[in-house]
Antibody, heavy 119, light 106 residues
Framework: QVQLHESGPGLVKPSETLSLTCTVS????????WSWIRQSPGKGLEWIGN???????TYNRSLKSRVTISVDMSKKQFSLKLTSVTAADTAVYYC?????????????WGQGTLVTVSS | DIQLIQSPSSLSASVGDRVTITCRAS??????LNWYQQKPGKAPEVLIN???SLQGGVPSRFSGSGSGTEFTLTISSLQLEDFATYYC????????FGQGTKVEIK
């Protein structure tokens, strides 16, 4: 059974960089796409971006200038960096897996981690 | 960007009721539409993919239909464990979610 687990600081100061890591267990990281999704009361569920096991990335156009997603195949981890955060970035952040192509859907999710942006 | 609008935003229903949730896309997304259920404090779980394909293990009282810009999720006979928030999500052009429909106990 594939399991995903998010980790990282729960509190980030405004203007700083939010950094999270997702660790994959129970399955291969190769051959799949790995996404970051966040959920806030104000904006609902928002897809942030994804990375393929080869390292190819795609980002939400509205966040692209601030987002970097990377993968470490040897550790079975992928990571999110979001720069210049504001209170609007306060949310529960999920990592999730999906397949390729238009028929894809998010089939495995982490439990989510709350990140609060506050001084 | 493709917008998804769900209606209603919330509804109250009783056990045994038939419930229908609609998701409208701002442009055609063919059948590239998935439905998720989310319970408080948990991650969403996929119920239906490709507009109408039921995921393994999902009860048959759940069904999905539609194509193009209008889609429907139907629960034929609401059970206690179905009280949750439901989201549609498109995978035609990047990935976006509807704003959610909260199904509450009447």
């Amino acid at each position: 059974q594939v399991q995903l687990h998010e980790s990282g600081p729960g509190l980030v100061k405004p203007s700083e960089t939010l950094s999270l890591t997702c660790t994959v267990s129970g399955g291969s990281i190769g051959g799949y796409y790995w996404s970051w999704i966040r959920q806030s009361p104000g904006k609902g569920l928002e897809w942030i971006g994804n990375i393929y096991s080869s390292g190819t990335t795609t980002y939400n156009r509205s966040l692209k200038s601030r987002v970097t997603i990377s993968v470490d195949m040897s550790k079975k981890q992928f990571s999110l960096k979001l720069t210049s955060v504001t209170a609007a970035d306060t949310a529960v952040y999920y990592c999730a897996r999906h397949g390729a192509g238009n028929w894809s859907y998010f089939d495995y999710w982490g439990q989510g981690t709350l990140v609060t942006v506050s001084s | 960007d493709i917008q998804l609008i769900q209606s209603p935003s919330s509804l109250s229903a009783s056990v045994g009721d038939r419930v229908t949730i609609t998701c409208r896309a701002s442009q055609t997304i063919y059948k590239y539409l998935n439905w998720y259920q989310q319970k408080p404090g948990k991650a969403p779980e996929v119920l239906i993919n490709g507009a109408s394909s039921l995921q393994g293990g999902v009860p048959s009282r759940f069904s999905g239909s539609g194509s193009g810009t209008e889609f429907t999720l139907t629960i034929s006979s609401l059970q206690l464990e179905d009280f949750a928030t439901y989201y549609c999500q498109q995978s035609y052009n990047q990935w976006t979610f509807g704003q959610g429909t909260k199904v509450e106990i009447k």
